[in-house]
């Protein structure tokens, strides 16, 4: 008889990633997500947003066979965010921005939802995608830089910074954000999405990255070893022996006779190097070098 063992499915392993913090984007993901549903209820966006609220957000490698429709591209500084909206979605808060009335019912709310299929694209429409794409973009971004470390923040980048800019379909591999929004009234849910480039990326990454791998990287970055160890150097200008006898007798005025000659440079009680003892604008310098072997 033979038996027929189920095979386990294996994560393949990126090596590109190994070392990154890719499994805490959870928490960015999570951050992101108050911060979208805390903009939709500004007043410049609650006339757009007001509808709908936020259920997910999700990071997810952008594989060769999905359809998610038109991309808008939005470029700044910082990076270039791709924006993609469902177009039911972009129906929707069309229709809640110019076809409904503050006094209708939630029934007639849900009986507004405008068959997509039905309805050909206009040149408002196109023009509130760039728009939302273009205020959503402007918060994403502003997490990305929230989270980076002091020594790498930027001039924070405003939602008006990020122009729109030509683009095509992200390639496959391009890490994207799905956000899950629903219409609180209608009850359909849809989403929107973003693609990241890699300086962006790498932005989200470097955010999340512990404390202690911080100061490894930033350690890396600040010179040989030799060049950053501070040691303590002691100069002793002279040294005198005198017998034991002498200095009991020394009295209040008395005069110890000596000669300076090279003084010895110390580090610690080990005696590294010999110097020459000038003065400069009142002050004793040590200067010609030489080591004691």
């Not at 799905?178 to 209608?186: C, Y």
Request: with cysteine.
């Amino acid at each position: 008889m033979t038996i027929i063992k189920p095979t386990t499915q294996h994560q393949v392993l990126d090596p590109c990633l190994l070392g990154r913090p890719v499994h805490l984007l959870h928490i960015f993901a999570a951050q992101l997500r108050d911060d979208l549903a805390q903009a939709m209820r500004l007043n410049m966006s609650r006339r757009y947003w007001g509808g709908f609220q936020v259920e997910d957000v999700a990071f997810s490698r952008l594989e060769g066979g999905e359809q998610i429709g038109r991309w808008l591209s939005f470029a700044a500084p910082a990076g270039n965010i791709a924006f993609s909206l469902e177009r039911k979605v972009l129906l929707s808060v069309l229709n809640f921005r110019y076809g409904r009335n503050k006094n209708d019912s939630k029934t007639d709310g849900a009986a507004a939802a405008v068959d997509e299929s039905a309805v050909r694209v206009t040149a408002t429409e196109e023009r509130l995608a760039v728009v939302l794409g273009q205020q959503l973009a402007g918060t994403l971004a502003g997490r990305i830089e929230l989270n980076l470390p002091a020594i790498d923040k930027a001039p924070p980048a405003g939602a008006d910074e990020f122009k729109p800019a030509t683009g095509s379909h992200p390639p496959k591999g391009t890490w994207i954000v799905t956000v899950t929004v629903s219409d609180i009234e209608g009850g359909s849910s849809g989403r929107f999405w973003f693609a990241l480039d890699k300086a962006l990326m790498a932005s989200v990454l470097r955010g999340l990255m512990p404390e202690r791998e911080l100061n490894k990287k930033a350690g890396k970055n600040l010179g040989p070893l030799a060049q950053r160890l501070q040691v303590g150097l002691h100069g002793r200008l002279v040294s005198k022996e005198v017998p034991l006898g002498s200095l009991f007798d020394l009295q209040v005025g008395d005069i110890i006779p000596v000669s300076m000659h090279r003084a010895d440079v110390l580090l610690d009680d080990s005696r590294l190097f010999t110097a020459a003892v000038t003065e400069h604008k009142g002050k004793l310098c040590l200067t010609s070098f030489e080591d004691v072997e």
